[in-house]
């Protein structure tokens, strides 16, 4: 097994006299996909924003190709490489794709915006992901469906060299065709050596894309499983807390 | 493509290095013949991204009506009249086109003009400076206004509507203390004078047209040659020169016509106003802010989604303070075309003029909601309005007539708008 990218160990957040983590480790591989599962106010979401660097966790370790590092911003996880795709996207949607993809990061010359460069980079990427169902680079978001638009999100990550992606909810809003899209987008975003980490509810989705699920039930990790080797009830059974996961936890996730 | 299984290469890496030029599927909107193009324009249209087509629209069917209506419209006085009577509401709607971009407004660039002037004028005629130091402190009077207002919109977080409205109700009571009750001062200076007033030699006006069109063909294939550096697609470069040629012919006409005599009486009077090189500068330095510079990008995509700019590591508030320092400042500019055309300060200078200024952008078709617009849109909105003015002025038809004509177009040029949007589905939270 290959070395993860990122580690998190015995990670705790409270707020006040609210412990929503209780000690989380996690680990994300390259080339793989991870998934996230667990009720809500599990703590699904302060687990990502700790890693996006919005909300910085209150003690734990993380560690990135073996080296803690310290995630205080939303810079900090930028520059190791971990790129967030928000559920409500976070697009501008009187731009156009190539403009969102470099949004923050135009590149210029003369202090002119070089589009014939950027158009090019952002075409490549789209192209690099296999992307066939936008018309144009230079369509406004605005005229987008909602799994082009997801896809221009998980572009955008892309092509700020992710190495890590975080995808919160990818599917929730998409109609059946889209979701297999975005899902095989995430395959192949995986496949090129990116680590993935999903955060779902829908079950099949998760289980049709992940290596690994991870499940997370009131601030504890109860259960980190390979696909192959668990089933949707048993799954279900971890998030609701009906059933535990039998070996020993330390020992698979070392 | 084939998987990385290090830990330190990213994908968009191995995409660099994978290389390729466009992959089959993806079009960049450049491709194709003349026909190809103008069928995608038309498209565009036809799904709602209408541009200023309803102001040219605005414009044709206004000049055959005044036209028809008044054997004095469509002479060359009134022409050259028109353009000088535009200048300064282009300019004021330029400066606001910069914060209606962000969604937010400035009602007080109107009076904040007035301050800038009242500052102008107390320099240059009572304290004796020259008009261009008077003017460049009237500049930074309006500056430093602008800070103000971004300052209040972007850091205390108070909506602009208030924060202006609270200038537009407070600065004409600066003015009267500037200046002292109901004072009106005469602009001694020659210069500030002869920027509405007098023309270009003949000459001057050629030079004009040679620069316009210089700066075109420069323009075009400065863009084209970047494309082509980077290898990605151009437009046919037949069309490249009919653009080119569309405005060459147009400046051209205009120069003709403005450089007859245009008089009246035994004096000739001929050659392009000089107030219009100094507004057709401002429009373009503007434009190139606005499309071709990240901070121009940034401000649409600020004016579109504030969060989504925020967290791609925009600065939203430099973004918002810098917006309104612009507009606050070339209100000043505006202010003094008015000052020049109308020979004095007074106590009340401004007042009026600035929901003229946000009627000529909506008019445009720059959305009040923020993010959707051009910069050019505002500037035929104001020659669009600045004819109402003028045409029914021709006309001789009571003053109330002219402010409900005036009003009915600008409530026309929003619904037009509205529709357009409803169908191109641009439109979801908020609109």
Same mark, same amino acid.
């Given at each position: ?254 | ?93 330029? +400066?606001? &086109?910069? $914060?209606?971009? *962000? !969604? ?5 660039? #109107? @009076?904040? %003009? ?115 550096? +980077?290898? &990605?697609? $151009?437009?046919? *470069? !037949? ?5 080119? #040629? @569309?405005? %060459? ?123 959707? !617009? ?58």
């Amino acid at each position: 097994m290959v070395a993860p990218i990122i580690e998190l160990k015995d990670i705790r957040k409270g707020f006040g006299p609210v412990e929503v983590l209780k000690g989380v480790n996690l680990k994300i591989y390259p080339g793989q996909v991870s998934a996230l599962v667990g009720d809500n106010g599990a703590g699904k979401s302060t687990l990502i924003k700790g890693l996006a660097g919005v909300q910085p966790y209150d003690s734990g370790e993380v560690l990135v190709d073996g080296n803690a590092v310290h995630l205080g911003s939303p810079k900090d996880s930028s520059k190791l490489g971990i790129e967030v795709v928000y559920q409500d996207l976070a697009l501008c949607e009187n731009l156009d794709i190539v403009q969102n993809m470099f949004l923050g990061r135009e590149e210029t010359e003369h202090g002119m915006l070089n589009n014939g460069e950027m158009e090019k980079a952002a075409s490549r990427t789209l192209g690099s992901l296999s992307v066939r169902t936008v018309k144009s680079v230079r369509q406004k978001v605005s005229s987008l469906s909602g799994g082009q638009r997801q896809t221009v999100a998980i572009a955008r990550a892309v092509l700020q060299e992710a190495r890590v992606v975080i995808l919160d909810e990818p599917t929730a809003a998409l109609g059946v065709a889209q979701t297999e899209q975005v899902l095989n987008l995430v395959r192949r975003l995986a496949d090129s050596g990116v680590g993935v980490l999903i955060i779902s509810h829908n079950l099949a989705d998760v289980f049709q894309v992940a290596d690994h699920i991870n499940v997370l039930y009131l601030g504890s990790m109860v259960a980190q499983v390979e696909t192959k080797a668990t089933t949707n009830s048993d799954v279900i059974g971890y998030i609701t807390g009906l059933k535990t996961y039998e070996p020993d936890l330390e020992g698979a996730a070392r | 493509m084939t998987t990385t299984k290090g830990t330190d290469t990213s994908l968009a890496a191995a995409v660099d290095t994978a290389g390729g030029a466009t992959p089959p599927g993806i079009a960049t909107g450049y491709e194709g013949s003349i026909a190809d193009q103008l069928r995608g324009y038309v498209r565009r249209v036809r799904g709602g991204e209408m541009g200023m087509l309803p102001a040219i629209a605005g414009l044709i069917v206004l000049t055959i009506l005044f036209t028809a209506l008044s054997p004095y419209f469509l002479t060359r006085l009134n022409i050259a009249n028109l353009f000088t009577q535009s200048a300064s509401l282009a300019v004021l709607a330029v +400066a606001l &086109v910069f $914060v209606i971009l *962000l !969604g937010e407004i400035d009602l007080s660039a #109107g @009076v904040t %003009a007035g301050v800038g002037m009242g500052a102008f004028i107390l320099l240059d005629s009572v304290a004796n400076w020259d008009w261009l130091p008077s003017f460049l402190v009237g500049l930074l009077v309006g500056l430093a206004i602008g800070t103000f207002i971004g300052y209040f919109v972007a850091k205390v977080g108070i909506p602009s509507f208030v924060v202006t409205l609270g200038l537009f109700l407070g600065l004409p009571g600066l003015l009267l203390v500037m200046l002292g009750d109901g004072n009106t001062y005469r602009i001694q200076s020659p210069e500030v004078l002869a920027i509405m007033n007098n023309n270009l030699p003949l000459w001057g006006g050629w030079v004009m047209l040679v620069v316009v069109v210089l700066v075109s063909i420069a323009t075009a294939y400065y863009d084209r040659g970047r494309r082509v550096k +980077a290898g &990605v697609p $151009v437009r046919p *470069l !037949g069309l490249l020169w009919i653009r080119i #040629g @569309v405005i %060459a012919v147009a400046t051209l006409v205009f120069v003709l016509l403005l450089n007859q005599n245009r008089s009246v009486s035994v004096l000739p009077v001929e050659g392009v106003p000089i107030v219009v090189p100094i507004t057709l500068a401002i429009i373009w330095v503007g434009t190139q802010v606005l499309d071709r510079t990240r901070y121009g990008l940034h401000l649409y995509a600020v004016g579109g989604n504030p969060e989504a700019a925020r967290r791609a590591g925009i600065n939203v508030a430099a973004i918002r303070i810098s917006a309104f320092m612009i507009c606050s400042t070339l209100a000043i500019v505006s202010g003094l075309f008015t000052a020049s055309r109308i020979g004095t300060v007074g106590t009340s200078f401004g007042s009026t003029i600035v929901l003229n200024g946000v009627a000529a952008a909506v008019v445009g078709g720059v959305s009040l909601f923020g993010g959707r !617009g051009r910069l050019i849109q505002a500037v035929v909105g104001a020659i669009l309005i600045s004819m109402i003015t003028n045409g029914l002025g021709l006309l001789q038809l009571p003053g109330g007539v002219n402010l409900l004509i005036t009003g009915g177009v600008l409530v026309l040029a929003a619904t037009v708008d509205a529709l357009s949007r409803k169908r191109s589905g641009a439109s979801l939270a908020r609109n």
